[in-house]
């Protein structure tokens, strides 16, 4: 099954402490990317990767990194969380042809809690 | 930024009627895409229509890309309560980035 998968879908974590959440998909796709989902702000980006070792930020990228080694995975790496990062976290992934956006894919998402 | 912003924030109506939501953004685009999403769930794509298109069907859905105004329609005909639901457009203002709006949160009643 074609699917994009998340990687835990909840963690309760603490100020500093450093946690990865991983993403990975089966579709060969070579866009990736992540946002950020908070009440009455839509979706925000935060990084994207346009094919393997090729990674930018988006629009909210501090205090995240992120790496893309593999074409598959897109891990999303938090070095030092704050409890402003708490948010609703999707990874999505496409294919590009002609250099524009297709059909997105998203995973269930990662509720995040840093206390 | 170059964020498309839907309107109504939020749409209540009963099964059976129509629902009509619009997304305007900022910049020329190469494609415009919609998208729902279920309370707390990952979105699905409903849609896209490209800059060179004016209107796209998909079974109860009709979109309409207006280029010159900037600005989308997404109607749902026949609403059920399974539509009940956040709806976002997405568009990518001819860069690498897809920008998404804030939503219109669609409920239907029975």
């Known amino acids: 099954e074609a699917q994009v998968t998340q990687n835990p879908r909840y963690l309760i974590t603490v100020t500093g402490k450093k946690l990865t959440v991983t993403c990975s998909q089966n579709?060969?796709?070579?866009?990736m990317s992540w946002y950020r989902q908070d009440p009455g702000l839509g979706l925000r980006q935060i990084y994207y990767?346009?094919?393997?070792?090729?990674?930018d930020k988006g629009d909210v990228p501090e205090g995240y990194k992120v790496s893309r080694k593999e074409k598959r995975n897109f891990p999303l790496i938090l070095e030092s969380p704050s409890p402003n990062q708490t948010s609703l976290y999707f990874c999505a992934s496409s294919p590009i042809s002609s250099g524009t956006y297709n059909e997105q894919f998203f995973g269930p998402g990662t509720r995040l809690t840093v206390l | 930024s170059q964020q498309g912003e839907e309107d109504p924030q939020a749409l209540s109506i009963q099964e059976g009627e129509n629902a009509t939501m619009n997304c305007s953004y900022k910049t020329s685009i190469n494609n415009l895409q919609w998208y729902r999403q279920n309370s707390g769930r990952g979105l699905v794509h409903l849609i896209l229509i490209r800059s060179n298109e004016r209107e796209k069907h998909s079974g109860r859905l009709r979109v309409t890309l207006d280029t010159s105004k900037k600005s989308s329609s997404l109607l749902i005909t026949a609403s059920r309560a399974a539509d009940t639901a956040s709806y976002f457009c997405?568009?990518?203002?001819?860069?690498?980035?897809?920008?998404f709006g804030t939503g219109t949160r669609l409920q239907v009643f029975p």
């Open positions: 990767s346009m094919n393997v070792e090729v990674t």
């Open positions: 997405a568009t990518d203002g001819n860069t690498d980035k897809l920008i």
């Open positions: 579709m060969n796709h070579e866009y």
